[in-house]
T-cell receptor, first 114, second 112 residues
Framework: DSGVTQTPKHLITATGQRVTLRCSPRSGDLSVYWYQQSLDQGLQFLIQYYNGEERAKGNILERFSAQQFPDLHSELNLSSLELGDSALYFC?????????????FGEGSRLTVL | EDKVVQSPLSLVVHEGDTVTLNCSYEVTNFRSLLWYKQEKKAPTFLFMLTSSGIEKKSGRLSSILDKKELFSILNITATQTGDSAIYLCAVEVWSHANDMRFGAGTRLTVKP
């Protein structure tokens, strides 16, 4: 158990819909990262927050957005969903700002868009 | 554009075999290279390498980095079925924020 909690574990929805994925980092970790892993693909970095502020953006679509709240949990919002958005979405946390080093990953949220 | 390339993409071996997984990279401002093991869900950390030529070892797993030739290898000796997983290589670059590039992974299957 990495200490990073993600909900929901599984989500099935239809094209055009909007979903929210939630992540609680390890206790004491200030940085939260979101990654997308499509079938047989590596991890694609989406976005990073540190202590409530956005720090870096990767290959995140405009239809996607995220935020980190004062209690440090984070949410990833995916809207106008398309079939290609079906993937495993991971949240990871680390304690040191800007120096990812070892990331602790949650179990992921598997999104299926039908 | 930064690149992290892992090979082979998949590998099937029998218990007791030794395997070598490769990770090559082209990035600016290299900081460290990390290996993760992904079984059913969440990747778990194996090694972080920052210096060339210094082997990191944990049980039957070991890894080494060559910063001149820009690659790393992960060795697993006396493989067991429990080693079956996707092994991910990630390269961290110096930045004010997260800059970690992941390879596509090597899917290792160890047959009894």
């Amino acid at each position: 158990d990495s200490g990073v909690t993600q909900t929901p574990k599984h989500l099935i929805t239809a094209t055009g819909q909007r979903v929210t994925l939630r992540c609680s980092p390890r206790s004491g970790d200030l940085s939260v990262y979101w990654y997308q892993q499509s079938l047989d693909q590596g991890l694609q970095f989406l976005i990073q927050y540190y202590n409530g502020e956005e720090r870096a953006k990767g290959n995140i679509l405009e239809r996607f957005s995220a935020q980190q709240f004062p209690d440090l949990h984070s949410e990833l919002n995916l809207s106008s969903l398309e079939l290609g958005d079906s993937a495993l979405y991971f949240c990871a946390s680390s304690v040191v700002e800007g120096k990812a080093g070892e990331l602790f990953f949650g179990e992921g949220s598997r999104l299926t868009v039908l | 554009e930064d690149k992290v390339v892992q090979s082979p993409l998949s590998l099937v071996v029998h218990e007791g075999d030794t395997v070598t997984l490769n990770c090559s990279y082209e990035v600016t401002n290299f900081r460290s290279l990390l290996w993760y093991k992904q079984e059913k869900k969440a990747p778990t950390f194996l090694f972080m390498l920052t210096s060339s030529g210094i082997e990191k070892k944990s049980g039957r797993l070991s890894s080494i980095l060559d910063k001149k030739e820009l690659f790393s290898i992960l060795n697993i000796t006396a493989t067991q079925t429990g080693d079956s997983a996707i092994y991910l290589c990630a390269v961290e670059v110096w930045s004010h924020a997260n800059d970690m590039r992941f390879g596509a992974g090597t899917r290792l299957t160890v047959k009894p």
